[in-house]
């Protein structure tokens, strides 16, 4: 008798982001597989922002406010990264003052003090960029809602899209934010365009 071997076991799929939070109300301890995920570039995003002292309980109050708004949130969504920048972006928004402190601080020194927390290659990057005196004042004086923009899809890693669906606004007023954030911060310089300006702060 000849029989058909048996199909070789298929991979088993790592869930998705919603997979994760849909079995979480179910299941509350699944939430831990989303902090795992997305915790630290979080974490690394608000210290940049805020400076270390601030970070940790901004960045829990992330998830607990996730936690509690799981159950809004849209399935059809399987990356939650700009939910989670959302909600991020909206805690650092109680926090202006300390931002605008650290972008002076930049300036002042030229050194940022969070380059030595974190090392691998993109963040120096960024923070290469970011430590520029002039270009970090410039920051310091863009308005609120120009700087959330280029600061989510610089140092955050957005897309025009993801960071529409992260405020909550439509992508063609994130296009025209991050186009003044990019003109006023051009302005600040003496109207110099610096590479780094449209390569490293404002790359898409």
């Known amino acids: 008798m000849i029989t058909e071997p048996y199909p070789p076991p298929t991979a088993r799929q790592t869930p998705t982001d919603a997979e994760v939070i849909e079995r979480s109300g179910r299941e509350p301890e699944m939430f831990a597989v989303l902090y795992d995920r997305h915790a630290a570039h979080i974490h690394r995003y608000v210290t940049r922002r805020l400076g270390a002292d601030v970070a940790d309980d901004v960045v829990a109050d992330t998830f607990l406010d996730a936690f509690r708004q799981r159950g809004r949130y849209r399935s059809d969504r399987a990356d939650a990264r700009p939910w989670l920048y959302g909600i991020a972006a909206n805690l650092v928004g109680k926090h202006r003052r300390a931002e605008t402190r650290m972008f ?14 974190y090392s691998d290659r993109v963040d120096e990057q960024v923070s290469a960029a970011a430590a520029q005196r002039r270009l970090a004042e410039a920051i310091a004086g863009l308005p609120a809602k120009y700087r959330e923009v280029l600061l989510l899809v610089a140092w955050a890693g957005l897309s025009h899209e993801e960071t529409a669906e992260a405020l909550g606004i439509a992508v063609g007023t994130v296009r025209s934010r991050l186009h003044r954030a990019r003109k006023k911060a051009s302005e600040a310089l003496g109207g110099q365009n610096p590479a780094s300006i449209s390569e490293e702060i404002g790359n898409e």
């Open 104 to 117: 002076h601080a930049f300036a002042r020194t030229g050194v940022d003090p969070v380059a030595q927390t």
